[in-house]
């Protein structure tokens, strides 16, 4: 049977708006973009530190950007509950080695799920270092990725660290339409790749097929 993680999401939220304390949650980011509806929604009822962790962006230049864009929009945006931004190293070579024997596997398939799991592993340690109350991503957000695996990823990575991982399929309810909207509305710039090589060259293949 297929879960609505957010519905999961929303009956967890119920249970903690019943509560004094306000949660802390330590979120994963792969872009401002994406991270932007996230960031809207959650920060109503978390208090969030946004972590950029993304050693598959090739290449520098795009990294910068990415974060530059990140810090950008958290400051011009508004929330109820702080939220802070906490930069991640960029460790490209992290990313290749885990990549190694799977270049040629078309985007969506197993080298993804390992990416999937890179970023979120990092991030599921700091959520327990940091005594942190839940951890998730921001890339259940994206229509190309596969919220099933992220989630089923949170939770394997929820036991083995001892931190809960707050489920999520935010593209749900209009969410990635909602963050084209607010991408738009701060001029936040939006990427056309993942973030990888990989990716990057699949993108170009298409565009290539297009004629465009």
């Known amino acids: 049977m297929n879960r609505n993680y957010q519905k999961e999401l929303d009956k967890l939220i119920q249970t903690i708006e019943k509560e004094e304390k306000t949660p802390r949650l330590f979120l994963h980011s792969c872009c401002a973009p994406c991270s932007s509806y996230v960031l809207e929604y959650l920060s109503e009822y978390f208090e969030i530190t946004l972590f950029f962790y993304n050693p598959n962006?090739?290449?520098?230049?795009?990294?910068?950007?990415?974060i530059r864009e990140l810090r950008r929009m958290t400051e011009e945006m508004a929330f109820r509950h702080p939220v802070h931004v906490e930069e991640g190293?960029?460790?490209?070579?992290?990313?290749?080695?885990?990549?190694?024997?799977?270049?040629?596997?078309?985007?969506?398939?197993?080298?993804?799920?390992?990416?999937y799991r890179l970023r979120m592993e990092e991030t599921a340690k700091l959520?327990?270092?940091?005594?942190?109350?839940?951890?998730?991503?921001?890339?259940?957000?994206s229509p190309l990725k596969n919220a099933s695996k992220i989630n089923e990823i949170g939770e394997e990575l929820g036991e083995?660290?001892?931190?809960?991982?707050?489920?999520?399929?935010?593209k749900k309810r209009n969410g990635y339409k909602r963050s084209v909207e607010l991408s738009a509305e701060y001029g936040l710039y939006r990427q056309n790749y993942c973030g990888c090589v990989f990716s990057k060259r699949e993108q170009e293949k298409k565009r290539e097929a297009e004629g465009k």
């Open 57 to 66: 962006i090739s290449f520098k230049e795009e990294y910068e950007k990415r």
């Open 89 to 115: 190293p960029y460790d490209p070579e992290k990313f290749f080695q885990m990549a190694k024997g799977l270049e040629d596997v078309p985007e969506g398939g197993e080298r993804c799920f390992r990416c």
């Open 160 to 170: 083995i660290y001892g931190v809960a991982h707050l489920p999520s399929d935010f």
């Open 127 to 141: 959520a327990r270092d940091g005594g942190y109350d839940y951890f998730t991503t921001t890339l259940s957000i």
